[in-house]
């Protein structure tokens, strides 16, 4: 099915939360995209040069004491501290916060502090069954900033974040509503989490840091925590112009080939946004999606389009680097501009990489795609 919100009333983004191995709030995210600085470091650096993956390249979050807790699971302090961050930029008061829903994605929940301990964390026992939920994040944030209204979790692998976003613009859009605050997150470099990685043949092998080079052979995974706030109004700011998703419904790990799903899926964006100044892809660098992705734009879209990639600076998210790449570039419309290219990235043949400027009042797209065929879009626009 898929999934089409009417939305009358605009919906503003008016505040933004970031966390990664890029720095720990958005002014130090676009400062690293502004210089071109990546994170990236063999995993040995955090789990020791025993690690079976200890070569890889990976970005994760410093300083670590911002994911200690006895209490919560490390993923959850790092969705409480960019939600934090998010209410703060947007501005909300107590009351309203009381009456904001809450929506968060993720893929592995927090199995980072569960499947695996954490150094130097003692957790309490009595939080034993509430540290190995996916919900715990979003029960967490809900506990201790004080929202009574309802929240929902996404669990849709690396679409989960934009499913997050997604669901409260329906929500919004549906009057259900006003404000909706959306978090994100993930932590994926525990061991356990690598070795199923690596058994499913999608970690990179070489290190490449290129997602559309030839040869490109993997993901470099990554720590990663986004949230935005956002309210059914005309506030000041970027507006979010809708969400749709779509299923594969043919493979549970890749693309079928010609990639239908996301070809109907960029096709009906056009139809219903016009076409994109730019799109941020999902750009996962797995070799299969490197040749599947590109193909499915030029398929659904003009020769040149622009492509603007933001998994390049901050390593793969898994389910919470969809939200992550879509606040900074939120945080790049803010000032009607678009986030810049890592130097040296491949492009795909018929695309170009970013444009200097924004072609005025024409949407941006962000995609991601699934481990079993979820794809997920979101329609940005920078402010009138």
Not at 196 to 206: F, N
Not at 240 to 254: E, V
Not at 288 to 315: D, M, N, R, V, Y
Request: glycine residues 10%; charged residues 15%; proline residues 9%.
């Amino acid at each position: 099915m898929i999934l089409v919100p009417r939305i009358d009333t605009p919906l503003s983004i008016t505040g933004l939360g970031a966390l990664s191995g890029l720095g720990e709030d958005l002014a130090h995210h676009v400062a690293a995209i502004q210089v071109g600085r990546t994170n990236f470091r063999p995993l040995s650096g955090l789990l020791g040069p025993d690690s079976l993956h200890r070569d890889l390249p990976a970005s994760w979050i410093e300083p670590r004491k911002l994911l200690l807790s006895r209490k919560w699971a490390p993923a959850t302090m790092a969705a409480l501290h960019v939600a934090r961050q998010a209410i703060a930029d947007a501005g909300w008061s107590a009351a309203d916060l009381e009456e904001a829903v809450l929506f968060l994605g993720t893929s592995r929940g927090t199995a980072d502090g569960w499947v695996d301990p954490w150094p130097q964390r003692r957790a309490f026992p009595l939080m034993a069954a509430s540290n190995s939920l996916h919900s715990e994040p979003a029960a967490a944030i809900s506990i201790e900033l004080g929202i009574r209204g309802p929240w929902q979790v996404q669990a849709s692998g690396c679409s989960a974040g934009l499913d997050a976003l997604g669901m409260a613009a329906l929500w919004l859009s549906a009057g259900l509503a006003r404000r909706a605050l959306v978090v994100a997150v993930d932590l994926p470099l525990s061991p356990s989490l690598l070795d199923s990685y690596a058994a499913t043949g999608i970690l990179s092998k070489s290190g490449l840091n290129d997602p559309y080079s030839p040869s490109t052979s993997g993901i470099l995974p990554a720590e990663a925590a986004a949230a935005l706030t956002l309210e059914a109004s005309a506030s000041p700011g970027p507006r979010l112009l809708g969400y749709l998703s779509n299923a594969d419904a043919a493979d549970p790990i890749g693309m079928p080939a010609g990639a239908p799903g996301l070809v109907a899926l960029l096709k009906m964006a056009v139809g219903k946004f016009g076409p994109p100044s730019a799109l941020c892809p999902h750009a996962s660098g797995t070799t299969s999606h490197s040749l599947l992705e590109p193909a499915a734009i030029l398929h659904a879209l003009c020769q040149g389009t622009a492509l603007c990639p933001l998994k390049p600076f901050t390593g793969h998210g898994i389910g919470g680097g969809g939200l992550l790449e879509t606040a900074l570039l939120a945080a790049f419309l803010r000032e009607s501009r678009l986030p810049p290219t890592l130097p040296g990235l491949t492009c795909p043949a018929g695309l170009t990489m970013t444009p200097t400027a924004l072609f005025s009042g024409a949407p941006v797209f962000k995609i991601a795609s699934s481990l079993g065929g979820k794809n997920s879009l979101i329609a940005l626009q920078a402010p009138p």
